[in-house]
């Protein structure tokens, strides 16, 4: 045998060596590595991950999922102008205006008075002089008491200074007939709220007055986009002669309000009943 080969054959032994020592030097360090993880185990009385079977307990994964902080849900603001104002919360009453709405495209608002036995939908009538709905049933058909109205006078948004809504007065005690028991100043002051729901919000109106004036049309007579003629109306409301009639000074509105005006029919045939109300919060 040669020189040659005796090299080869030692090189051989030196390698296989070094592969054994750095085999012995990872096993060493993987087990001392195993024993300090059981070891600060034991001291937290809790199982290490990598001790054991090398599975991680699942108890953790429900630690972790319990102290994680739970997102924060945040209201998506509505488009209509009513979005520019803070939500109050989620709107407070169930109503049927998806099914109304979907019985009758002009249906595009609910309107509830708590405690007054109102809770209808709104239809618009773009003919002002003689409103459809105002003597038809949301179906179409002919009916004495209609539906609870806005017109063409006013925007389908209620975003006006001033928004009429009209209901009529039947017997029965439906429609707007509620709005009668406004006039007895104790219900007034216990019932202070009219609500309006469209389908992305509530718009909650706080009750001002409540009086029998005149049937002529406010908004022919002024224009209240202008201060001036705004302050000029709601001013004159209070030297109204009317016994009758109740009015709540801390909700009277300024110029910037958001006004509804509940109107129908009493007694005299020149007159109307009138509900006021002022936005007072909005809630989506």
Not at 154 to 165: A, G, K, Q, R, V
Request: contains cysteine; glycine residues 8%.
């Amino acid at each position: 045998m040669g020189k040659g080969t005796n090299k080869g054959i030692v090189i051989a032994i030196v390698a296989a060596l070094i592969v054994i020592a750095v085999m012995v030097a990872a096993i060493t360090y993987i087990i001392r590595e195993e024993r300090y993880g059981q070891t600060q185990a034991a001291d937290s009385g809790q199982q290490s991950p990598e001790a054991g079977t090398g599975e991680i307990d699942p108890a953790i994964f429900e630690q972790i999922e319990n102290n994680t902080p739970e997102e924060e849900t945040v209201a998506t603001r509505p488009s209509g102008w009513y979005g520019l104002y803070e939500s109050s919360g989620e709107p407070e009453h169930e109503t049927g205006l998806e099914s109304a709405s979907a019985e009758c495209d002009d249906v595009y608002a609910w309107i509830e008075i708590p405690g007054g036995g109102i809770d209808y939908p709104i239809a618009y009538c773009e003919n002002a002089e003689e409103p459809f709905y105002f003597t038809h049933d949301i179906h179409g058909n002919p009916d004495d008491k209609g539906m609870i109205i806005t017109d063409s006078m006013n925007s389908d948004d209620f975003s006006d200074p001033l928004t009429l809504i009209y209901g009529h007065n039947p017997e029965d005690g439906t429609m707007f007939a509620g709005l009668h028991r406004f006039r007895d100043s104790d219900f007034f002051e216990e019932n202070q709220y009219i609500n309006i729901y469209l389908s992305d919000a509530e718009l909650k109106y706080r009750i001002y007055a409540c009086f029998t004036g005149s049937a002529d049309n406010m908004l022919l007579a002024y224009d209240f986009n202008d201060p001036a003629q705004f302050g000029e109306f709601f001013e004159g409301l209070e030297d109204i002669r009317d016994l009758s009639a109740n009015f709540r000074e801390e909700a009277r509105p300024s110029f910037g309000d958001h006004v509804i005006g509940l109107v129908t029919h009493c007694d005299d045939e020149n007159k109307r009943l009138f509900v006021y109300g002022v936005l007072d919060e909005v809630r989506y």
